[in-house]
Each structure stands twice: as C-alpha cells, then as structure tokens.
C-alpha cells in the first residue's frame, strides 16, 4: 500500500482522527488520552496531546455484553479476559492503553493476538466485532492444523506460496503458519483431540518403549488409505512414527473417509491465541484509516506475524518463517500417558 497516496483519499474527519491516533502512538506506548467517541472522555480537560505530570491510566476494559445468545460471553475460553484493567504488553516491550470501553460486540477496532508459547504476535483490525473475528479465526486456525498434520498437500507445506489464498486470507497467512507449526498449539489442539496423536513424530528411543508389549492389528492393506499415508508428512530428523502410530494413522484414514462422506469433522476446535483489543476506532470509520492506523501499531510492535509493516513490505525477508523450532519438540502424547 502506498500511504501518502492512499492517506489523501481520507476525508478531513479521518484525517483529524488519524493524526491524533499517530500523534499518541508514541515510541513505546499507545496512550490516546483525548479520546472523544464512543463513551470515552479526556482524563482531564487542559491536558491535550502531551502527557502533564500524571502517570497513563488504564481506565476501560473489554466487558462481556452478557447477551444470552453470545458465544464469546458463554464459552469457557481463557484467551480473552474480561473486566481487566490492564495495559498490554506486545513481545517487543511496546505497550497499548486501550482508549475506548469495549464488549463482544463492538465494531470496528484494532486487536492483538499473543501465542501460547510466547515469542510470536499479531495485529489485526475488523469493521466487525471479537466474537466473530475468534470464530473465524478459530475455524480456519483448526481446519489447518487437521491438514498440516496429516498431510503434504496441505497449504502452507510451501511456505511462501500465497498465491493460493484469497487477498482477505493473506493478511493471516503467518498466524496459520505459526499455530500449525508451534508446539504449545499443536499440544492445545492435543489435549482436545487425542486422535491426531499418531501424527506427532517421536524420537527413536520411544518409538521402542511404544512398540514394545503393544499387539499390533494389522488393517487390511488398502488402496485409498495407501493413498492417504504417502502424504503423511516426513518426520523431522532424529524423529519418526513407531510401527503402532502408522498403524493407527490407516485407522484414522479409514475413519477419514467415512465422516467426509458425511460431511462431518474429525475434530473439536480450539481456540488457539490469547486475545487483547488494544484500540477503538470511530463507529463509522473507513477501511482505509483502520488499516493505516493497524500498521502503525504493527510497525511500533514489531509483531513476526503480520505480513508486513511500515519498515519491510517482506516479512519473511524482515523476519524469516514464522516459527523456527523442531514442530514436534516436547509435545506430551496422551497415548504415551496412558500406557
Ligand atoms: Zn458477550
Ligand atoms: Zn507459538
């Protein structure tokens, strides 16, 4: 995006809110002390752009819309806290004041998304509300955790190939490839679905341990789950499948086959990223100055998992893949609990 052209598009209201946000995004804290929209108000009326002598307040929070039909309010999720009065913290050391009051159902606003394993984060902005951006993201997060694990001809097997996603999707294409390969997500998506434990690699010593006193039942060779199987990913070095989990990946394949003639999943989703909305923009504003003002704060929060920012229109060049650890390092099996 070429912003000086693009930020002349913007109507001189917008231009007024842009600059106010670019003027309160500071080096390293998000402050917006003059906020005047959506229920907020000044912390006090002389003080303007610059800090006087207080220190930041945090004075809203995300509340839950206590709405009987929201799933966000219902669900017994941790990834979202209500009701804390805090400021966020991106892995950087940047930090965001949240500058409006917000619940499930507000529009237009700009997140933070924080993995589990603690050295990756991401921006996003929605003209839409959290509860459908968690959903969303939640669907295809699990949909891709299914194929990447049991398979090559999964999408983000060539990493940089992004030509296959829609413009909407690419935007998130790091996030999917970051859970997909993370092993603290991986191990989420575990613990609820024990059933994909045949696809995590294993080192050679317990692939041994889980061999041994094991009956193996040997499923009738068969065409399709051969097909299935050769697509199996590759082990990393030093990890491979013991005899008993290839056995159950054909167990699993044949299954496979039979719930997608139903349409049906093999999985129960997971909600994999911690969820923090770190700023409100006005309720009728445009795509454009949302988007401008989420790469301002993807820039200043360095986060891996955005596609680009103001500094390198090429992450990966900027910041490499979007994981850098051995996938299937320290996953706990439930199998290997169990025996
Ligand atoms: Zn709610
Ligand atoms: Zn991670």
Partial sequence: MNFSNALLKLDEFELRIGLEFFLQIDVDLFYMKTC??????????????????????????FQPCQKISCTLCESSSTIIQFNSYRIHHFLNGYHAILNCPVTCHTKNIIYALTCPCGEYD??????????EVIESIREAGNQYMHETLISTKSSFYSHRDTNNFL??????????????????????????????????????????????????EVSPINNFTDLYIQNVPVPPNGYIF???????????????????????K???????????????????????????????????????LNMFNLRTKDTYEFYGLPFH???????????????
Avoid at 242 to 264: A, G, P, W
Wanted: net charge positive.
């Fill in 36 to 61: 005047t929209y959506r229920d907020a108000w000044p912390r006090s009326l002389d003080e303007g752009l610059f800090c006087k002598s207080q220190l930041p307040i945090v004075r809203y929070s």
């Fill in 122 to 131: 991401f921006i996003g902005s929605t003209s839409s509300d959290m509860s």
């Fill in 167 to 216: 413009h909407k999707q690419k935007e998130l294409i790091r996030l999917y490839q970051h859970s997909t390969r993370c092993s603290k997500v991986i191990q989420l998506f575990l613990n609820v679905n024990p059933n994909y434990d045949c696809f995590i690699p294993i080192s050679f010593d317990q692939a041994i341990v889980d061999d041994r006193n094991r009956i193996i």
């Fill in 242 to 264: 013991s005899n008993c989990q290839q056995e159950k990946q054909r167990k699993f394949f044949e299954k496979l086959h039979i719930t997608k003639s139903h349409d049906e």
């Fill in 266 to 304: 093999m999985f129960t989703s997971v909600d994999f990223y911690n969820v923090t909305v770190i700023a409100v923009l006005p309720e009728n504003c445009s795509t454009l100055l949302r988007q401008v003002l989420e790469c301002l704060f993807a820039t200043h929060a360095e986060t891996k």
């Fill in 325 to 339: 650890r051995v996938w299937c390092e320290n996953i706990i099996r439930s199998s290997s609990i169990t025996s």
